[in-house]
């Protein structure tokens, strides 16, 4: 029996070659579809995301322009204005919670029996709150009625920077006082740093009023 092999070409396992290269392709063929699809959504992602970026700076440029626009248009003299209307509103506001009954129950209280009010002006002061502007007449001429008028509104603590700002004698003869003071409705309240002013001597009030 012959055994020796007389084929021109040795004999491969070409089953098996086969095998492995077609799991080969379809691995290729598998990452080519993956890497093509990754291009194709990286690519639509790209695009949305410039048409966005493009949007957003047309909306910047439109909102710039807008504001430039309002700047332009605004009128100082308008703003001066409704500033000016806001203060007489807070003014309003704050009037609500001023009681005249408990102001005239004060007075009441200190007003010697010489004495006589015949005018009260509120207002308010931006840093001081309310300011009194009071007008009394004494009908004896009487100095030391405004100055123990004075003294008694200071001494209940619901006024502060208590100033005589003029007194003069009226036609009839009547000693007329205009006084002015800071008060705090809330009563007792008062500011460290803004120290009551002392009453004017009688002898100055005298010689103002005999002018």
Known sequence: ?????????????????????LIVAFVAVLAT????SRIVYYSRSDTELATQANGDEARSAELRASAARLRSSVDAKQI????SQAREANELIDRRTFSW????????RTLPDDLRITAVRPRIDRDRGFVLSITVISQNGNVE??????????????????????????DAGQLQALLEAVYHPEGGRQDPGRETAPPPSSGAQSSRGTE
């Open 80 to 83: 001066e204005t409704a500033s």
């Open 33 to 36: 579809i993956f890497n093509v």
């Open 145 to 170: 009625a405004v100055n123990q008028f004075m003294e008694n509104l200071g001494m209940t603590g619901a006024f502060t920077a208590i100033l005589s700002k003029d007194d003069h004698f009226n």
């Open 1 to 21: 029996m012959i055994t020796t092999n007389l084929s021109t070409r040795p004999f491969y396992n070409q089953a098996a070659v086969q095998f492995w290269l």
């Open 101 to 108: 009954t408990e102001l005239f129950n004060r007075f009441e």
